[in-house]
Nanobody, 115 residues
Framework: QVRLVESGGGLVQPGGSLRLSCAAT????????MAWYRQAPGKQRELVAT???????NYVDSVKGRFTISRDNTKNTVYLQMDSLKPEDTAVYYC?????????WGQGTQVTVSS
């Protein structure tokens, strides 16, 4: 079982930046596909970005050019750098891991973009 712990959320003004971190324990992290999802109030959870074991990244159209997903296999950590934040980016952001041990979720971290 993979345990995921997110950090880095908070309140930021429109146009600002945040970096989310997700630390993983309990599995062979470097082989897992890692992802960030988000869920805004009253909306379904949506996939934001994924990164494979080979560092291939994909993004939902609404964040392309603004968000960057990366991973550090030496630290068992995946990151989501979020720039040019907009109010519509406000949501709880969840880390997700898919690998030989199955699928795991973090507890989520709140991101609020507001002036």
């Amino acid at each position: 079982q993979v345990r995921l712990v997110e950090s880095g959320g908070g309140l930021v003004q429109p146009g600002g930046s945040l970096r989310l971190s997700c630390a993983a324990t309990g599995s062979i992290f470097k082989r897992n596909v890692m992802a960030w999802y988000r869920q805004a109030p009253g909306k379904q959870r949506e996939l934001v970005a994924t990164i494979t074991s080979g560092d291939s990244a994909n993004y939902v159209d609404s964040v392309k050019g603004r968000f960057t997903i990366s991973r550090d296999n030496t630290k068992n950590t995946v990151y989501l750098q979020m720039d040019s934040l907009k109010p519509e980016d406000t949501a709880v952001y969840y880390c997700n891991s898919k690998g030989a041990m199955g699928i795991s979720w973090g507890q989520g971290t709140q991101v609020t973009v507001s002036s």
